[in-house]
């Protein structure tokens, strides 16, 4: 029962902030701002926005067909721009959708970290104490706090010669 209530709460955050991020879209891009130079050449492919202009090939095929529901029977910037925040809270959605089912979960931390597997390694032995990275990623800052910690409050004994 609790962790259908988390999961209701962390989907609820998730709506929160995609609405915040649309309305605060709307807010910052006014909805009557004319389009740009780069939105013109998308939009004209399917509606009459500005003048005709060269689609040149280092141009994406996919914007134009994102922009094509809206453009293709309204000449309305308004509209062009309302349909692009409501495209951009749907990516949002998406894109962190997945994260809310190990959001409370003890892997979270360490998949929001990026590895799922510790980078930094200290090792005592008869012959004495190595650290070192065992690959190519760097430390993160934990494992080294964590490292100076014991370094710290645990002096190394030696072995006599």
């Known amino acids: 029962m609790n962790a259908d209530r ?3 709460s962390a989907q609820r955050m998730l ?3 995609v609405g915040g ?10 909805l009557t701002l004319p389009l740009g130079w780069d939105e013109i050449v998308y939009a004209g ?6 003048p005709a202009t060269p689609f040149s090939a280092p141009r994406t095929r996919g914007v ?18 309302v349909w692009l925040f409501l495209l951009a809270g749907g990516a ?11 959001l409370y979960r003890p892997a979270a931390v360490w998949v929001a970290s990026g590895r799922t597997t510790p980078t930094f390694r200290c090792s005592r032995s008869a012959r004495g104490s190595t650290c070192g990275s065992r690959t190519a990623s760097a ?7 964590t490292w100076s910690h014991e370094r710290h409050h645990r002096p190394l ?5």
Not at 21 to 30: D, G, H, I, T, W
Not at 92 to 99: E, I, S, T, V
Not at 157 to 161: D, F, L, P
């Open 6 to 8: 988390t999961a209701a």
């Open 15 to 17: 709506w929160i902030v």
């Open 21 to 30: 991020f649309c309305l605060l879209s709307a807010v910052l891009v006014p």
């Open 45 to 50: 492919r399917f509606g009459s926005y500005g």
């Open 64 to 81: 134009p067909m994102l922009l094509a529901p809206i453009a293709s029977w309204s000449d309305s910037t308004a509209l062009l721009r």
């Open 92 to 102: 949002l959605w998406l894109g962190f959708r997945p994260w809310l089912r190990i």
């Open 139 to 145: 430390p993160t800052a934990t494992t080294l706090s």
């Open 157 to 161: 004994r030696k072995r006599a010669r």
